[in-house]
């Protein structure tokens, strides 16, 4: 079966001696190592959950802040619209109040002219009776010529109205 002879145990004995050896120099070492890469790995994907959990937190508060920008901006645009649409308004209430003065100062400009041409005619009208009143006075009258004194007098005025 098995020989047993000086070297298998020399071998045996170089194999365990080699073994005890790795296990006090190089066993311990490495399990350290490794121990310390399995802490580091581990120490890594504790940073690296927190990073995400940072970055996602980060990325909701931008979300926020670009929410806020926006309805920020749409407030100050209707805020501005309502402001041109006040400033129109007034603006267009400030002339009319405008016409409206200009029509009052030119209605009351054409009475006037009115009025001075209506005293204009009364004072004509005044002095055509005084002048005719003079002539029937002055004339005997008969109703020939009382009829064309009208018809003269009449004449003049519509000669003189149709000027107005």
Known sequence: MVDLNGTVIAQFLNFFILVAILAKF????????????????????????QARTDAEAMKAEYTAQIANAR???QAIIEKAVKEAEATTKAQVLEVREQ?????????????????????SLRNE???????????VVAKDMDSA?????????IAKLDGKTIGL
Do not use: F, H, W
């Open 99 to 119: 016409i409206a003065n200009e029509k009052e100062k030119a209605r009351q400009e054409i009475e006037r002219e009115r009025d001075r041409a209506m005293n």
């Open 71 to 73: 309805q920020e901006a």
């Open 26 to 49: 190089a066993y311990k070492p490495i399990c350290g190592v490794m121990e310390e890469r399995k802490n580091r790995i581990a120490n890594d994907l504790e940073t690296a959950e």
């Open 125 to 135: 009208v005044i002095s055509l009776s005084v002048a005719m009143a003079g002539k």
């Open 145 to 153: 010529t009382n009829t064309k004194l009208i018809e003269e007098a």
